[in-house]
Every structure is written in C-alpha cells, then in structure tokens.
C-alpha cells in the first residue's frame, strides 16, 4: 500500500459527483509509452474502497531506455476498475484510467504533463472517460465563478439568482452522466455514474395519512429509502473504485439510527444485497465489522458480536486465515455476556478492609456502579473524585450504590486510596488471587472501566464515566415512565 494526495480526475469526480466491457479473457495487457521518460520505475495502482491517499500496488515494472513498459496479467480474478500509472515515487506524475477484465490498450504519455496530454489507442472507454473529465473541467470553472459572484452578490435577489444558475448547471451535469448511462449500459463509467446519484427527494410540503399534518421527516426517509437505488452492489468493480468507503460511511453515520438493533438490520439488509460476490462482500463485511468494533457509541459492542456470530462463525469470511479468524471469535465470545441488555456476570471478591466476601449481585439497590480501577492509574486518579463528588450530589438519593474492584494486589495501598478519596461509603473489592476474572467477564482492558446495573443487575449502561452516568439514569427513568404511560393506555 502507499499513500498519495488525490488528483484531478477523482477529485472532481467526487466534488461534482462508448465503453463496452470485454469478458473474453482473463486480466489484461498494458503496454505504456512514455516520451520523456526512461529507465524509470512505474507502477500499476488500484483503488480498493477507500479513496487517495489509501492506493494499492497491482504490479510493478521498469522502463526501457526508450520509454516503454508493459503491464501484463492473466489473473482469472482481476474484474476491472479506476487505475492509476504512478511513474517513480512523486505524487504528480500519475494519472488514471478505467480498465475492465480483458482489455489490450496502448497508453502514450508525456510525464512533464501529467495528469494532461494522455491518449489510448484500442480503448474508447477512456477516450470518452477524457472527455467527460474535460467536461468536469469545465463546470467546475463555473461553479468556482458562481462562488465568487456569490461572495460579492449585496442582496437577497442576487443571491437568488447565483443559486438557480449554480443548480441548473448542477442539472445539466446531472443530465450528461444520465445520457451517458442510456447510451452505454453496463460500461462501467455507467456503473461510476449510476453509484455516484444521490437521490433528489420531491419538493413542496408533503403530509401525513390524514391530509393535514406536515411530514417533518418526509427528506429524511425519502433520501434514505432511495440512497442506494443506483448502487450495483453485485458489481466487484465499484470496490476497485474510490466510490464505496465514502458511500457506506455516510449511510451508517448520517441516516441509521445509532442503535444495535438498527445497525444489525441494516447490515443484514447491506449483506444480503452483495452475498455471493467477492469483492463487494469482502469490503462491506469488513467494514460494517470494524464499524461496529470501532463504535464510540455505548452498546454497539452488540452489533460487532451479531456480525461474528452470523457471519464470520458460519463460514462468510472466507478471506480470513483460521488464526485471524479465532482473533474475531475470541473478541466476540469475550464482549457476548457483557453486552447491554444481558445480566452483569457475578462477581465475587473479599473486601479489601474487611477480607469478607462480597458478592455484586447481593448488593440491594435501584441501580449499582460496577467500577474496575488501579489506585495507580493517572486517569483514575482524576476519574474518582469526580465520581465520588457525583455521587454525593446526585447519584446517592437515586438509589444507586457502587461497588469497586481494584485491579491491584497491594491492599495497604487500595485501602490508602480509598480513604483519600471517600470510598468508605462504597463496597471496595480486590482479587489477591487472580480467581474471579473479572479482566474476561468485564472484558476490562483498561481503567478506569465502570458499568451501570438496574436492580435485577441487568447491564444498561457500560465504559461510562462521571460526566454521562446521571444522563444515562435519567434516559432509563423516562424510558420506563413511557413504558408506564403506554401500559395505563
């Protein structure tokens, strides 16, 4: 992989967002002419999902002394997409091109112009490529004058009027790659065009069922609905574009709800759309599995575990060795009994003032913090005292009680901690015999980890701190309240 600043070509594709395929042989043949250049590394590149700077290498050659290189493959694998020739290792001198299963193309380049001045001989498909970027060219010009005119226009009036110019120039851009699509299905520049459409949701006011209420969230579900309506995603060649990273991510993080259940629904609905394809399965899985584990969201360590469980243990992700395929079980098997939602694994430790056992699930109260820490933690040393000024002030009349483990075997030093900081209210713990494991039950990794329990122990909360645990209470108590309403109803 190497990594490289994004170019012309994409790069306005992206912003502004008679090709046939041939399937009669495997891989492809490139033979590259370079007039200025010789003796000189180049490379063939591919994207893989993701957009520049994340490039990858396909092949690798050096020129001749007269400027002549040859890329060749009979890779029965190879499907095609947006590739790049990188000569040598500087960012400038590249430039892109479509290249589909079977194609034998001849590329004449001048390296001082790049990515300008390259002409293809045996290939249409990039000859109208040119020129529809030339025609990017073009409309991106205008709408950096209709900026400028706009950074300038003194009144409502001409701004309105820079606005209608900018969208009806929008329009016919819209229009081109439309065209272009109905001359040449199937070509991929079709594919490119057809995975780039954003939906145009409807205009004026739009009601609900009774005729007379506005639909407030009418956009929303019109957008997100057809978001994908252009998507092939039974095409591996889009992966081998920089379209699909882009795509995926705004999706999950802009129009599905940021809860286990909807991300699981929707992954599935993702998944099903692409199954039995390569490439486009690979990268979809791989993402949603890596968003999912990745997630900042509190409880979305559900969806990582859903995703390993129906997924990867039955065999879906076939590109992973068995040991990196353990990694994945092993993570999930240790996150499963502590997702939100299940009931906290019991606890059961000696007190660390008394040396009497204390067990979690016996502690009597509407809520219970389960709080893991080190006396010898800088983050701890913070989080604490503003735990203990929390519960104090607001945690104590809402019934909550907490109960601690201390990740330490020195019980001189737990016991010097606790009083500094006032936890004589709390029940503090530690494990002088490594027998609970706590570190797999609690998938505690780091410190401080603290959970919130109801009072049947259920997990509602997890990797909380001082300054989210009362909002967390508060969504629980109106969560239930409703629950209440509904009932009476």
Same mark, same amino acid.
């Given at each position: 992989?190497?990594?490289?600043?994004?170019?012309?070509?994409?790069?306005?594709?992206?912003?502004?967002?008679?090709?046939?395929?041939?399937?009669?042989?495997?891989?492809?043949?490139?033979? /590259?002419?370079?007039?200025?250049?010789?003796?000189?590394?180049?490379? /063939?590149?591919?994207?893989?999902?993701?957009?520049?700077? =994340?490039?990858?290498?396909?092949?690798?050659?050096?020129?001749?002394?007269?400027?002549?290189?040859?890329?060749?493959? *009979?890779?029965?694998?190879?499907?095609?997409?947006?590739? !790049?020739?990188?000569?040598?290792?500087?960012?400038?001198?590249?430039?892109?091109?479509? &290249?589909?299963?079977?194609?034998?193309?001849? !590329?004449?380049?001048?390296?001082?112009?790049?990515? %300008?001045?390259?002409?293809?001989?045996?290939?249409?498909?990039?000859?109208?490529?040119?020129?529809?970027?030339?025609?990017?060219?073009?409309?991106?010009?205008?709408?950096?004058?209709?900026? #400028?005119?706009?950074?300038?226009?003194?009144?409502?009036?001409?701004?309105?009027?820079?606005?209608? *110019?900018?969208?009806?120039?929008?329009?016919?851009? =819209?229009?081109?790659?439309?065209?272009?699509?109905?001359?040449?299905?199937?070509?991929?520049?079709?594919?490119?065009?057809?995975?780039?459409?954003?939906?145009?949701?409807?205009?004026?006011?739009?009601?609900?069922?009774?005729?007379?209420?506005?639909?407030?969230?009418?956009?929303?579900?019109?957008?997100?609905?057809?978001?994908?309506?252009?998507?092939?995603?039974?095409? %591996?060649?889009?992966?081998?574009?920089?379209?699909?990273?882009?795509?995926?991510?705004?999706?999950?993080?802009? /129009?599905?709800?940021?809860?286990?259940?909807?991300?699981?629904?929707?992954?599935?609905?993702?998944?099903?759309?692409?199954?039995?394809?390569?490439?486009?399965?690979?990268?979809?899985?791989?993402?949603?599995?890596?968003?999912?584990?990745?997630?900042?969201?509190?409880?979305? %360590?559900?969806?990582?575990?859903?995703?390993?469980?129906?997924?990867?243990?039955?065999?879906?992700?076939?590109?992973?060795?068995?040991?990196?395929?353990?990694?994945?079980?092993?993570?999930?098997?240790?996150?499963?009994?502590?997702?939100?939602?299940?009931?906290?694994?019991?606890?059961?430790?000696?007190?660390?003032?008394?040396?009497?056992?204390?067990?979690?699930?016996?502690?009597?109260? *509407?809520?219970?913090?389960?709080?893991?820490?080190?006396?010898?933690?800088?983050?701890?040393?913070?989080?604490?005292?503003? &735990?203990?000024?929390?519960?104090?002030?607001?945690?104590?009349?809402?019934?909550? *009680?907490?109960?601690?483990?201390?990740?330490?075997?020195?019980? =001189?030093? !737990?016991?010097?901690?606790?009083?500094?900081?006032?936890?004589?209210?709390?029940?503090?713990?530690?494990?002088?015999?490594?027998?609970?494991?706590?570190?797999?039950?609690?998938?505690?990794?780091?410190?401080?980890?603290?959970?919130? /329990?109801?009072?049947?122990? !259920?997990?509602?909360?997890?990797?909380? %701190?001082?300054?989210?645990?009362?909002?967390?209470?508060?969504?629980?108590?109106?969560?239930?309240?409703? #629950?209440?309403?509904?009932?009476?109803?």
């Amino acid at each position: 992989m190497i990594n490289m600043k994004r170019t012309t070509l994409i790069a306005l594709m992206l912003l502004f967002g008679a090709v046939t395929n041939s399937f009669a042989a495997d891989g492809f043949h490139i033979q /590259l002419k370079m007039t200025d250049c010789k003796d000189s590394l180049v490379y /063939l590149v591919h994207y893989y999902g993701k957009g520049r700077p =994340t490039i990858f290498i396909t092949d690798s050659t050096k020129m001749d002394h007269n400027g002549n290189a040859v890329f060749d493959s *009979k890779d029965p694998a190879f499907v095609g997409g947006i590739y !790049i020739i990188l000569i040598g290792d500087k960012e400038r001198t590249n430039f892109e091109f479509l &290249l589909n299963k079977g194609d034998n193309i001849s !590329i004449t380049a001048t390296k001082s112009k790049l990515p %300008d001045g390259v002409k293809f001989k045996n290939s249409p498909q990039n000859e109208q490529f040119e020129e529809y970027v030339d025609y990017l060219k073009g409309y991106s010009a205008e709408q950096e004058k209709l900026k #400028k005119e706009l950074e300038k226009a003194k009144t409502t009036s001409d701004t309105e009027v820079i606005r209608k *110019k900018s969208i009806a120039s929008s329009k016919v851009l =819209t229009k081109y790659r439309r065209d272009y699509v109905k001359a040449h299905p199937g070509a991929l520049l079709s594919a490119v065009f057809n995975a780039m459409e954003t939906p145009e949701v409807p205009e004026g006011t739009h009601y609900l069922e009774d005729g007379v209420t506005k639909d407030s969230t009418y956009a929303y579900r019109y957008y997100k609905k057809h978001y994908w309506d252009g998507f092939d995603f039974r095409d %591996d060649r889009l992966i081998y574009t920089p379209l699909y990273d882009a795509r995926i991510e705004e999706y999950f993080t802009k /129009l599905v709800l940021p809860w286990p259940d909807s991300v699981e629904k929707e992954s599935d609905d993702l998944l099903r759309k692409c199954k039995g394809t390569k490439d486009m399965f690979h990268y979809t899985l791989w993402w949603l599995t890596r968003n999912a584990e990745n997630s900042k969201v509190m409880g979305m %360590d559900e969806a990582f575990v859903y995703l390993v469980e129906n997924y990867y243990m039955k065999g879906d992700a076939f590109w992973l060795s068995n040991d990196e395929l353990t990694k994945y079980l092993e993570r999930a098997r240790k996150i499963a009994p502590n997702v939100i939602g299940n009931v906290a694994p019991e606890v059961k430790l000696p007190n660390v003032f008394t040396k009497k056992e204390e067990s979690m699930h016996a502690i009597k109260g *509407k809520y219970t913090l389960i709080v893991f820490y080190s006396p010898n933690c800088g983050h701890c040393q913070h989080e604490m005292p503003s &735990l203990d000024s929390l519960y104090r002030g607001v945690l104590k009349d809402k019934g909550v *009680k907490i109960y601690t483990v201390a990740t330490e075997t020195d019980d =001189t030093t !737990i016991q010097s901690f606790a009083k500094k900081h006032h936890m004589q209210d709390w029940t503090n713990t530690w494990d002088p015999e490594h027998t609970s494991d706590y570190h797999n039950k609690y998938d505690v990794y780091s410190t401080p980890t603290i959970y919130l /329990l109801d009072e049947k122990k !259920i997990i509602r909360g997890k990797r909380l %701190d001082h300054s989210n645990i009362a909002s967390v209470i508060e969504m629980l108590e109106k969560k239930a309240k409703d #629950k209440a309403k509904e009932a009476k109803k």
